[in-house]
């Protein structure tokens, strides 16, 4: 991945040694690789150079660029593999069309089409349109019968055009509700301003849901550090994308990345000051607020935290029990 971009061994070997992959830095936004590079930085005392910063960025996005364009070539193949074979088909029913012209020719006008079981019809005209299933057409010859063909109407009615576009849009909700990995991903529901307590109405998450699934990623946490231990591995002393990859795949994938970053600030006011923030959850109630003004409401009563312990917010996570697993958002940090 970092061939020819000047990134150096031990850079790579530190990366390496925190549990990253080239499939998990390629997966990562522009901004997480901007926190990897501090963490080397901050907490792992890295001398990263100008040039690696760069030559990081750099082979992750021709990485990921180069993967897109595979991507689309492969569509783009499929697209004309599939062109060809409409084309095929169409000259083959071209053919077909164009051997069967001649025999058509030889039915004179006072032939007549019947059903093949319309034995009692005393052999009375039949309409093609009403028709659904197949039709039998007697050739005279000097008023001989030499054969009879089958041939197939397709019936084209307002119901048939229907099932059709149900069953498109069951496909379509379908392939909304499955992964690209072809396994079931369920549906997530969203969350809504509740006080302490309170119990979430219909297919909604309340507050307190949401701050247990951060309890949630402590345990696994510490299911992440038995097991490195056991392996003789270095343990992660945060959360990070090796535990949110285990919750997964002990069957916890209603935990996702996004989702606790989003909201991680929301649970430190809760963990430092719990009356602020349950009057907070109080009054957004009440005024009917969704969870999005509720979520940047949050954030000034930490900036007023974090102004009486000098701006220094990342102590203040460190310094509490619960907190001290979770990264400090880059918004506090500004």
């Given at each position: ?73 492969q569509k783009l193949e499929l697209l004309s593999e599939a062109e060809r074979k409409r084309i095929q ?142 392996r003789g591995e270095k343990c992660p002393t945060k959360v990070t994308n090796q535990v949110f990859r285990h919750a997964k ?86």
């Open positions: 991945l970092f061939r020819e971009y000047g990134v150096r061994y031990l850079t790579m070997a530190k990366m390496t040694e925190m549990g990253f992959t080239a499939n998990t830095l390629i997966n990562m936004t522009d901004e997480e690789v901007d926190d990897l590079m501090k963490t080397l930085v901050e907490i792992y005392r890295m001398d990263l150079l100008l040039g690696e910063r760069y030559g990081i960025k750099s082979a992750i996005r021709a990485e990921k660029k180069r993967l897109q364009d595979s991507l689309e070539m088909d169409d000259q083959n029913t071209f053919a077909v069309a164009m051997a069967s012209e001649g025999t058509s020719k030889d039915v004179r006008a006072s032939d007549q089409l019947f059903l093949p079981e319309s034995t009692s019809a005393d052999h009375a005209p039949l309409n093609i349109n009403t028709c659904k299933g197949g039709l039998i057409i007697p050739y005279h010859n000097n008023g001989n019968i030499c054969g009879s063909g089958l041939m197939g109407i397709p019936e084209h009615s307002s119901e048939s055009d229907e099932r059709k576009i149900d069953s498109g849009k069951q496909k379509r909700r379908r392939s909304k509700e499955t992964g690209e990995d072809g396994e079931d991903r369920p549906r997530e529901h969203p969350f809504i301003v509740t006080e302490p307590g309170e119990l979430a109405r219909g297919k909604k998450n309340g507050l307190d849901y949401l701050f247990d699934l951060y309890e949630q990623c402590g345990k696994f946490l510490l299911e992440v550090q038995r097991i490195s231990k056991e795949y002990t069957g916890a994938v209603y935990i996702n990345k996004p989702k606790m970053r989003h909201y991680v600030h929301c649970y430190a006011l809760h963990c430092l000051d719990s009356d602020q923030s349950n009057h907070l959850r109080r009054i957004y109630k009440e005024r009917g607020e969704n969870v999005g003004a509720w979520r940047q409401a949050c954030y000034y009563p930490l900036v007023a935290i974090a102004r009486e312990n000098n701006w220094d917010i990342e102590g203040v996570f460190n310094r509490n029990e619960k907190l001290k697993i979770w990264y400090v958002p880059t918004k506090l940090r500004q």
